[in-house]
């Protein structure tokens, strides 16, 4: 679109486009970094089930319960962890079934998390366009309104 030739209602309709593009945005930024913390969360996991894997039973650790805080447990068996599978169902797991489970579920966000920044980046694209059409169309504007004398 020319900004030259640009209206007044073809304009505002660009406002309206940047308006909804920055919503978009803001939401994809959300979802950015709660995918980066449930990715941080899948690696916090591997790395448990990693150093706990050659724990032996009955090794008495501590156990994260949130915020910096843990409890103090028993380890019972090193050798089935307890997966959450989505919709608030888990199921038990060797410690290998469980590993690669996670690093499935670790690659599946990843490429989530990538495809979410190459839209993220189409959007601060198209709103940096539009930022500049409508800078040019004001200069316009304001270069053939008459000149006052004070």
Partial sequence: MSDERLTQQQ???LVVRHQQ???Q????AQQVNMLKI????VETALTTITALKDEP???E???PVGFGSFVNATLTNPDKVVIGIGAG???EKGTDDAKVFLEKRKDELTKYHEQLNNAFTKLAE????IERTLQRYEQTQRSQQPMRAE
Wanted: hydrophobic share 45%; no cysteine; charged share 20%.
């Fill in 11 to 13: 304009a505002q309709d």
């Fill in 21 to 23: 593009y920055q919503y």
């Fill in 25 to 28: 945005a803001e939401a994809i």
């Fill in 38 to 41: 449930t990715i941080r969360d």
């Fill in 57 to 59: 039973a009955g090794e």
């Fill in 61 to 63: 650790i501590l156990v």
């Fill in 89 to 91: 169902v888990s199921v």
């Fill in 126 to 129: 198209e709103l940096q366009g």
